[in-house]
């Protein structure tokens, strides 16, 4: 069965460096999300893309994020300029078409900043 | 906006019990409605979805869900719990307000089945 898959599994970096979190959706899906858990608190919104651009972003998705679909199978995070408070598990999620509701999570990637 | 409320941080259940895992919503217009499981360590694995139809919805590992418009809630169930039942469970709305199609999750609800 096709899945999300996520690298790192866990990043470690320094307070203002930059980390790129990666992404491969399932194949065939057209909508692209990112999530946020930090630890013990509920999953947030980041951002969705389709069509190449972003059609929604959260408060959270300031101008230190930006996301990129550089080719046909990757969908990347950036985080230019790391906080302490970035540090949580990121999801990537997928999803096949509008009228298929569902999304679809890879395992996450937990981002621990120092 | 729409939202989806978990009252219950933790659900105890002895195996072999049915379990049943609360949620309830606050939406404008038609709900539709999702339950996620998180493992230790794991990413959010979708169970089942409320969209329209029957309001008794039927998903993953024996899991089934009932959707009560006039108590606004989508419980999650199930008639014999299982040890390895034990995980975090997300109740979620989609959410059209921003323009996309965002899913909207509750606190969660920790299920511990014991032996």
């Known amino acids: 069965e096709p899945e999300v898959t996520q690298t790192p599994s866990h990043q470690v970096t320094q307070m203002g460096q930059e980390v790129i979190l990666r992404c491969v959706p399932i194949?065939?899906?057209?909508?692209f999300y990112w999530y946020r858990q930090i630890l013990g608190q509920k999953v947030e919104f980041l951002v969705s893309?389709?069509?190449?651009?972003?059609?929604?972003k959260s408060e959270i998705f300031d101008d230190q994020f930006s996301v990129e679909r550089p080719d046909g199978s990757n969908f990347t995070l950036k985080i230019r300029s790391t906080k302490l408070e970035d540090s949580a598990m990121y999801f990537c999620?997928?999803?096949?078409?509008?009228?298929?509701?569902?999304?679809?999570f890879g395992p996450g990637t937990r981002l621990t900043v120092t | 906006a729409q939202s989806v409320a978990q009252p219950e941080d933790q659900v105890n259940v002895a195996e072999g019990n049915p379990l049943t895992v609360k949620c309830t919503y606050s939406?404008?217009?038609?709900?539709?409605l999702f339950w996620y499981v998180q493992y230790p360590n794991r990413g959010l694995q979708f169970l089942l979805k409320?969209?329209?139809?029957?309001?008794l919805v039927k998903g993953s590992y024996g899991f089934e869900a009932e959707f009560n418009k006039s108590q606004t809630s989508f419980h999650l169930k199930k008639p014999s719990a299982l040890v390895s039942d034990s995980a975090l469970y997300f109740c979620?709305?989609?959410?059209?307000?921003?323009?996309?199609?965002?899913?909207?999750f509750g606190t969660g609800t920790q299920l511990k089945v014991e032996l």
């Open positions: 999620a997928s999803k096949k078409m509008d009228s298929s509701y569902e999304q679809y």
């Open positions: 194949s065939n899906h057209l909508y």
């Open positions: 893309f389709y069509n190449n651009e972003i059609s929604e």
């Open positions: 939406v404008s217009g038609n709900p539709y």
């Open positions: 409320y969209i329209t139809g029957d309001n």
């Open positions: 979620a709305v989609r959410d059209l307000t921003g323009g996309g199609n965002k899913l909207t």
